[in-house]
């Protein structure tokens, strides 16, 4: 058989035939050749390899459990008194003349602290409130603050234990339930108390409750198993169980809140014998219902780092004639961040013209100027990665949507489009060469960031299994030198050791721009996971 040459190997035997080498009076020394290895009669270049290690210092991921809230609500003792209006209970001349009608200290305290806390409970009502967290705790403060004092009646140590729950202070309201039912053994609630005890309890720790004492009714019962099946990781069992209870909710806005529990479930579980999105219609509801559930859905796809699924959902939404130009904004938003984590960047600038065009199409003012920050930030993005990276695809959808945004009203003042275009348009006319990717830290960190609902969704997912240890998760990630992927390397964890399959997954599929195939890249990051919240 002949041998066969590549022509690197010839150039390299002719220097050697000629007598290249030491030479002249110094003898000086010609590079090294490249490393040539035969194989079989087949002589193969090598082009050596070299190694790129990036270091970079610890990234901290805040994982949240989602609790079941569902029942709390309704469970509550239901006060004989009216709920006062917000802004009346909350003043101070309203609670100073609650305080004045009570006799006594003890009757005083816990007259204006009812009178607050349920001031507190109208108010989130109502709707979302920004200082919810602030009211509940000062609410806490002075009920029990008035339960410390003797003869305080049977509805303020409810409200405390209420307000407790509702606080995330799930021991404390545990601990409380039980003093109410210590100390109104006669009390016509005592089964609805010691559910709320139990759904306490069942927050601190899902083992240490067997749902006998919630089998007071249908609903409560089908609750709990709904979610003592996503504390075990059943989570096709969860979702049977709380399409059961969504069925037995007698009203809003309990049947709300046992709809966002499935929703999030659905999300966790994923795809099942049918598409998640025809599921998520199938939960029945008007078609305007059945849009903001998939909405729902694919934002906490999104939120656990499943980009994929949530714009598989998100596109049947945005097909949906239902859909209203809100929910339409929300999804391209999901959607734009699904295609900058893909880099499929030629689609990027699209969705961020169609998210802007959502935006320009209804009068919320919130709204058109999130849109607006939110192509800003697509636009600068692209901008700088193009000066990082000189991608013809980068420095086109930053172009698009400095466009786009040019034509968009209102636009905020703070944002110097124009400014940013011209500067683009000179710096794509230089013909600097691009930055390699093994020298751009600051691309690899935002890359990462991009990804970390991936790895937040792993934390996340032990933490609803009952698992509130924090952990460090050290890896080395070698990209792919077509950007496709990583190879990932656990070197080091804290955690346990059934989300270290979890992790690496999902950072198998994290993109990073091509670079040349004789670097190799080994990039050395950390996690450091903690559990927030109560």
Wanted: glycine share 8%; proline share 6%; net charge neutral.
């Amino acid at each position: 058989m002949a041998m066969k040459l590549t022509v690197g190997a010839l150039l390299l035997t002719g220097a050697i035939g000629l007598g290249c080498g030491p030479s002249g009076k110094h003898g000086t020394t010609t590079p090294k050749p490249r490393e040539v290895e035969m194989e079989g009669e087949e002589f193969v270049v090598k082009t050596p390899r070299r190694e790129v290690v990036l270091d970079f210092e610890d990234d901290v991921i805040d994982g949240d459990v989602f609790r079941p809230e569902g029942l709390a609500p309704a469970f509550v003792l239901t006060p004989a008194k009216p709920l006062p209006k917000t802004k009346e209970a909350l003043s101070i001349e309203a609670r100073r003349a609650a305080f004045a009608k009570a006799k006594g200290k003890a009757q005083r305290m816990a007259n204006e602290a009812e009178f607050f806390a349920l001031a507190v409970l109208a108010k989130l009502a109502s709707g979302p409130a920004p200082e919810a967290a602030e009211l509940r705790a000062e609410a806490v403060t002075m009920l029990d603050a008035a339960v410390a004092e003797k003869g305080a009646g049977e509805t303020t140590w409810v409200m405390l234990a209420t307000m407790q729950y509702g606080a995330g202070q799930f021991e404390a309201a545990a601990k409380t339930f039980s003093n109410v039912l210590d100390q109104f053994p006669k009390s016509k609630l005592r089964a609805r108390y010691a559910e709320q005890r139990a759904w306490a309890q069942f927050a601190v720790n899902p083992g240490a409750v067997d749902g006998k004492e919630l089998a007071q009714d249908g609903l409560a019962a089908t609750y709990f198993a709904a979610w003592a099946g996503r504390r075990a990781g059943k989570l096709g069992d969860a979702v049977v169980s709380f399409k059961a209870a969504l069925k037995l909710a007698p009203a809003e806005p309990l049947a709300t809140a046992i709809r966002h529990d499935l929703l999030n479930t659905l999300a966790w579980r994923g795809p099942g014998e049918s598409a998640l999105s025809d599921e998520v219609r199938g939960l029945g509801g008007d078609a305007a219902a059945q849009a903001q559930n998939l909405l729902e859905v694919g934002q906490y796809l999104a939120d656990k780092g499943d980009l994929g699924g949530a714009a598989q959902v998100l596109t049947v939404l945005l097909a949906d004639p239902a859909a209203t130009p809100a929910q339409a904004v929300k999804a391209y938003e999901v959607l734009a961040q699904e295609a900058m984590a893909e880099r499929r960047l030629g689609d990027l600038a699209g969705l961020i013209e169609k998210l802007l065009a959502a935006a320009a199409s209804y009068p919320v003012v919130d709204d058109q100027t999130r849109a607006a920050q939110i192509g800003w930030l697509v636009g600068t993005t692209m901008h700088a990665e193009w000066g990082k990276t000189r991608e013809t695809a980068a420095a086109e959808a930053a172009a698009r949507v400095y466009t786009a945004l040019l034509a968009y009203q209102p636009l905020p003042a703070e944002f110097d489009v124009a400014g940013a275009a011209r500067d683009l348009k000179e710096q794509r006319a230089s013909t600097e060469p691009p930055p390699a990717l093994e020298s751009n830290k600051d691309l690899v960190r935002r890359i990462v960031r991009l990804n970390m609902n991936g790895a937040r969704h792993c934390y996340e997912r032990q933490l609803d299994m009952g698992t509130t240890a924090a952990g460090r998760w050290q890896f080395t990630l070698v990209p792919e030198p077509t950007g496709t992927g990583s190879q990932v390397t656990t070197r080091a964890t804290t955690l346990p050791a059934e989300m270290t399959p979890c992790l690496e997954q999902a950072a198998a599929h994290w993109k990073f721009p091509p670079h040349a195939k004789p670097i190799v890249i080994t990039i050395n990051y950390a996690f450091a996971f903690r559990p927030v919240g109560p």
